[in-house]
């Protein structure tokens, strides 16, 4: 396995660890739906956390990690909440997250860690209610062709 892909996991129980100090209780580790996946699904009393985990070892052309979440990415994560949610019937407000990690790469110790609440919002249309099931874009196809 690739060295990125461990520093990715490492990461990953970093920001499990600082939810779960800050009263969150994780509900899903690597949620995958298709392509698209979200790192962290945590809940607190009023809210689910949808958490995108970026660490890097070195600080490239003088970004922080949490710049590289660029819109694709956030589009993904929103879909995949959108996913989520209709598929457990959540009815709580839902927030999107990043938790930005910076290693030292020499000596492995944490140099930064952030955790970035609300560090993006959904496009009115990504979260729909036809979006999920897939109906609206069958529907939308079709009622062109007079279906």
Not at 86 to 103: A, C, G, P, Y
Not at 112 to 129: G, Q, V
Request: net charge positive.
């Amino acid at each position: 396995m690739a060295v990125h892909n461990d520093i990715g996991r490492w990461g990953e129980d970093v920001a499990a660890n600082l939810l779960t100090q800050k009263n969150y209780h994780i509900l899903q580790r690597n949620w995958r739906i298709g392509h698209l996946e979200v790192d962290i699904i945590a809940e607190d009393a009023q809210t689910i956390a949808f958490v995108e985990v970026k660490t890097r070892t070195t600080q490239f052309g003088n970004k922080m990690p949490e710049e590289y979440v660029d819109k694709e990415k956030e589009m993904n994560i929103c879909r995949a909440a959108n996913a989520y949610i209709k598929m457990n019937r959540i009815n709580k407000q839902i927030r999107f997250d990043v938790i930005s990690i910076l290693v030292d790469s020499t000596t492995n110790q944490i140099t930064r860690l952030e955790h970035i609440e609300n560090a993006f919002y959904p496009p009115m249309r990504t979260i729909s209610a036809g979006s999920y099931s897939g109906y609206s874009r069958w529907h939308t196809k079709n009622k062109r062709k007079g279906l």
